[in-house]
């Protein structure tokens, strides 16, 4: 069946720090995938998302390039913020369907 | 409105009483799901309505779960007989698309109805 598998956490980071936090996606087809972030007391919201093969999702200095030959999303953000802490969340919509599938999420600390 | 809807926030039930959760979505949009949200873990697919109609229902766990959106806008979710195992964050998400139409399902999400059960 159609699956994510994330990174487990939590991640614990300084501010300015490199941040990675990896995804592999199980699924027929080529899905849409996407990362939804949810800060403290808030619902998710979209993050970024990429519709087929090679292409980059990109926003607020995060980045996720879909990587058919290795089935990843993985996110990255070359310098993270205290404000970034939050949990994320990577999900795909498989191929001629349309509900989500979600991965069980990503808790991200940064310290100042 | 602006957002996605949701009422109660908390809701503290004893075993065995029924529960009705609001979803309010963005207005226009045509496509409501419902998630239930375990500690820790992400979002599981309960069900989908295009307008008012439910088209997708295997997610929902057991025949207590019942959903339905009668004039394609609010929704309810409704838990009968609630067992403590349904303790969560119950979320609505609403989607501008419907099913069949081009470009990705992109979700907005409401705060969440948190369901303890005692």
């Known amino acids: 069946g159609n699956s994510v598998t994330q990174m487990e956490g939590p991640v614990t980071l300084s501010e300015e720090a490199f941040l990675t936090i990896n995804c592999t996606y199980t699924?027929?087809?080529?899905?849409?995938l996407f990362w939804y972030v949810q800060y403290p007391g808030e619902g998710l919201q979209l993050l970024l998302k990429?519709?087929?093969?090679?292409d980059k999702g990109s926003n607020k200095g995060f980045e996720a390039t879909y990587r058919k030959e290795t089935t990843s999303f993985h996110l990255e953000k070359g310098s993270v913020q205290v404000s970034d802490s939050a949990v994320y969340f990577c999900?795909?919509?498989?191929?001629?369907?349309?509900?989500?599938?979600f991965g069980a999420g990503t808790r991200l600390f940064v310290k100042a | 409105g602006a957002g996605v809807s949701q009422s109660p926030r908390y809701k503290v039930a004893k075993r065995g009483q029924d529960v009705a959760l609001r979803c309010d979505p963005i207005?226009?949009?045509?496509?409501l799901f419902w998630y239930q949200q375990a500690l820790g873990q992400g979002p599981e697919f309960l069900t989908y309505f295009q307008n008012e109609a439910q088209l997708d229902k295997s997610g929902l766990p057991s025949d207590r779960f019942f959903a339905e959106r009668p004039e394609g806008s609010v929704s309810t979710l409704k838990i009968q007989r609630t067992q403590q195992e349904d303790s969560a964050v119950y979320l609505c998400?609403?989607?501008?698309?419907?099913?069949?139409?081009?470009?990705?399902?992109?979700?907005?999400f409401g705060a969440g109805s948190r369901l303890t059960v005692l």
């Open positions: 207005s226009g949009h045509v496509s």
């Open positions: 990429a519709t087929k093969a090679d």
């Open positions: 999900a795909l919509t498989r191929t001629g369907g349309f509900k989500t599938i």
């Open positions: 699924a027929t087809g080529y899905p849409s």
């Open positions: 998400a609403s989607s501008i698309i419907g099913r069949g139409a081009s470009g990705a399902n992109v979700l907005t």
